[in-house]
């Protein structure tokens, strides 16, 4: 065999192996993007089932203490919030400690300190662990920089085009609502549409359907009707 075919060869190989590795490397980021993102953490099975009502008491304590902290954070400041929660939870430990210091000294046990359980825990980070959160984290950054990149400079007219119209739309929102009157919003709509949803699963699909395909149409057409659309189907 000639020398510069082999060589040929042999670079098109590794070319191949390289690129069969790059992938495997992206597929394994893009699973531990999806792994450590809010959507994977609204679709674990803990979370379904506290927003689907399984467990009507816990879902009920859950969906009552976060309306609660954000109904304190709309009346109050967030130092104030802190505050007073931490300040609970200390008053409600010394009066425990209190408590049972008293019950052993009426009684002359020797139990040792109540929350000696707690105290004996390992608290601590692994460093594993955080490397991990770090890594995913700076996987989302990376790509939401990449994306914010690509809508602001206008790589994709109409992706930019459809971006301005909802900062367009978020200033009329912003005009009405404020951050923890969303929050509040969201909350609310967290634990109400899931079920809503499961009952009425067939009607709310073909509506969504309807709604998909309009918008769809739409933007065909608008891509037609906008300059650099000839350009992006003969490149195509």
């Not at 602001?152 to 923890?180: C, H, P, Q, R």
Request: hydrophobic content about 45%.
């Amino acid at each position: 065999m000639d020398p510069a075919t082999q060589s040929a060869q042999i670079s098109s190989s590794q070319g191949a192996a390289d690129g069969h590795n790059s992938a495997a490397k992206d597929s394994k980021l893009s699973d531990s993007f999806l792994s450590s993102s809010p959507v994977s953490l609204i679709q674990s099975p803990q979370v379904k089932d506290l927003i689907h009502w399984r467990d009507p008491k816990k879902s009920g304590a859950v969906f009552g203490l976060s309306m609660l902290l954000l109904l304190s954070l709309a009346a109050f400041s967030v130092i104030s919030v802190m505050s007073y929660l931490l300040l609970a939870l200390l008053c409600v430990t010394i009066t425990f400690r209190i408590y049972k210091s008293v019950i052993q000294a009426v009684q002359k046990s020797s139990e040792g300190h109540p929350f000696k359980v707690l105290m004996e825990k390992d608290l601590t980070i692994p460093p594993d662990t955080f490397r991990k959160h770090v890594d995913a984290s700076l996987t989302y950054i990376n790509r939401a920089l990449k994306q914010m990149s690509r809508l602001f400079l206008v790589e994709d007219l109409v992706d930019s085009l459809k971006l301005a119209v909802v900062m367009w739309l978020l200033t009329y929102v912003g005009a009405v609502f404020n951050g923890i009157t969303i929050l509040i919003l969201a909350d609310i709509l967290l634990f109400a549409i899931p079920p809503i949803y499961e009952k009425n699963k067939t009607q709310i699909d073909q509506y969504i359907d309807l709604v998909r395909t309009q918008v769809s149409t739409t933007i065909a057409k608008l891509q037609e009707k906008l300059p650099g659309a000839m350009k992006r189907s003969k490149a195509e």
